[in-house]
């Protein structure tokens, strides 16, 4: 069975090496000169084999969507991995920047603790006594001018109450919970 579509090729005659390619012989040539369709076989193929060759390209297509969809996956991973891998190094370098600042503040501290220990060993508090006896006035403390602090072993709430001649902790200490409680109960 002949076709006329599909592969269709067209003989034209020889071109003459007279006629322009623009102009208005060329116009007159095309007018008398048409294309004539060559008549081309197809391949007559059975239904069965159309229907295999069916099969096969879409089985094809769908290999190559699943090849490109193995490749996107891939490089959705290589990139998650690639971010982790940037965002750990720089945690990394940051940890290392810390550590080495770390290190040196403890050299400063061991300079300064250094610096203070001779400085310490360098004062003369004979010399900074008679300086503040000759150059600023000031005197040995009398008799009446030391005081005497006894510090208790425990800590003590002391508050104003009515009661001022009790000592007993106890008492103090029930008065200034009832105080305490009294002041709660107002602020609701």
């Known amino acids: 069975m002949y076709e006329l579509y599909g592969n269709v090729a067209y003989s034209l005659p020889k071109k003459n090496s007279t006629i322009k390619k623009y102009g208005i ?6 007018k008398r000169h ?11 193929q ?4 159309r229907i295999a060759d069916l099969f096969h390209r879409q089985m094809a297509r769908q290999r190559i969507g699943q090849i490109f969809a193995c490749i996107f996956a891939v490089s959705i991973i290589a990139t998650a991995f690639t971010g982790i891998l940037y965002r750990s190094s720089k945690i990394l370098e940051m940890n290392y920047a810390n550590v080495k600042i770390e290190n040196e503040i403890k050299t400063l501290e061991k300079e300064t603790n250094q610096l203070k220990e001779e400085l310490s060993k360098k004062t003369d508090l004979r010399l900074i006594r008679t300086l503040a006896v000759e150059r600023l006035g000031m005197q040995d403390p009398g008799q009446k001018q030391i005081v005497q602090v006894s510090i208790p072993a425990g800590d003590r709430l002391i508050i104003e109450s009515d009661t001022k001649g009790t000592t007993d902790e106890d008492a103090q200490l ?7 409680e009294g002041f709660f109960k107002t602020i609701r």
Do not use: T
Request: proline fraction near 4%; hydrophobic fraction near 20%.
């Open 25 to 30: 012989q060329s116009r007159q040539y095309r």
């Open 34 to 44: 048409q294309a004539e369709p060559k008549r081309v076989k197809l391949n007559s």
């Open 46 to 49: 059975s239904e069965e084999d």
């Open 174 to 180: 029930n008065n200034a919970v009832n105080n305490i």
